[in-house]
């Protein structure tokens, strides 16, 4: 399955280039904190190629999403690039707890049936995609196991947090 894994990665970086702003072609670490320092303006769109975090951006992982669709816990990660097989995302950090500012807030994210990334905001199916996606469920109460076939599986995001601690926006990450 790498040729589909492949196949997907270039089709997700290519769509994603109006969001991710350059790439670093070259092996990086990302600092510890989750930011990426700047590199190259040319845009992700083949194999080798890593986001570059815009200002105020973060990576996480999300663990979990609870309560009535507002809670999502998180853990900070860092980016890690091969020239080889582009970027990959690791949870190193402690966890936190955030809601999203509003139910228009912009979520995009990966599907395994569709092809490239679609936008949503966290009322408009953004957040259910993600809980089925992370909890495997509907609900918090649910016991009944949900259809995650669609998911991409990994629950890495490049998100957005305001001054309020709220997240302003949010991205799925495709990583190798």
Same mark, same amino acid.
């Not at 998100?159 to 190798?176: I, Q, W, Y």
């Given at each position: 399955?790498?040729?589909?894994?492949?196949?997907?990665?270039?089709?997700?970086?290519?769509?994603?280039?109006?969001?991710?702003?350059?790439?670093?072609?070259?092996?990086?670490?990302?600092?510890?904190?989750?930011?990426?320092?700047?590199?190259?303006?040319?845009?992700?769109?083949?194999?080798?190629?890593?986001? %570059?975090? !815009?200002? =105020?951006?973060?990576?996480?992982?999300?663990?979990? +999403?609870? $309560?009535?669709?507002?809670?999502?816990? @998180?853990?900070?990660?860092?980016?890690?690039?091969?020239?080889?097989?582009?970027?990959?995302?690791?949870?190193?950090?402690?966890?936190?707890?955030?809601?999203?500012?509003?139910?228009?807030?912009?979520?995009?994210?990966?599907?395994?049936?569709?092809?490239?990334?679609?936008?949503? %905001?966290? !009322?408009? =199916?953004?957040?259910?995609?993600?809980?089925?996606? +992370?909890? $495997?469920?509907?609900?918090?109460?649910? @016991?009944?196991?949900?259809?995650?076939?669609?998911?991409?599986?990994?629950?890495?995001?490049?998100?957005?947090?305001?001054?309020?601690?709220?997240?302003?926006?949010?991205?799925?990450?495709?990583?190798?």
């Amino acid at each position: 399955m790498p040729s589909v894994r492949h196949a997907l990665v270039t089709a997700v970086l290519g769509c994603a280039a109006l969001t991710l702003t350059a790439c670093q072609p070259t092996d990086t670490t990302a600092e510890a904190d989750g930011t990426a320092s700047p590199s190259s303006s040319a845009s992700p769109s083949a194999k080798g190629d890593c986001p %570059t975090l !815009a200002k =105020g951006h973060k990576y996480v992982l999300v663990e979990s +999403v609870s $309560g009535a669709m507002n809670t999502l816990t @998180t853990k900070d990660a860092v980016q890690h690039c091969s020239s080889t097989e582009g970027a990959f995302y690791q949870a190193t950090g402690k966890e936190h707890e955030y809601t999203v500012e509003s139910g228009d807030t912009p979520i995009t994210v990966l599907h395994a049936k569709k092809s490239g990334p679609a936008k949503m %905001t966290a !009322a408009g =199916g953004g957040l259910q995609h993600i809980r089925v996606c +992370v909890n $495997g469920t509907e609900q918090d109460t649910a @016991t009944a196991k949900a259809d995650t076939s669609d998911c991409y599986g990994e629950n890495f995001f490049d998100v957005a947090v305001g001054s309020d601690g709220k997240l302003t926006e949010m991205t799925e990450l495709f990583g190798s």
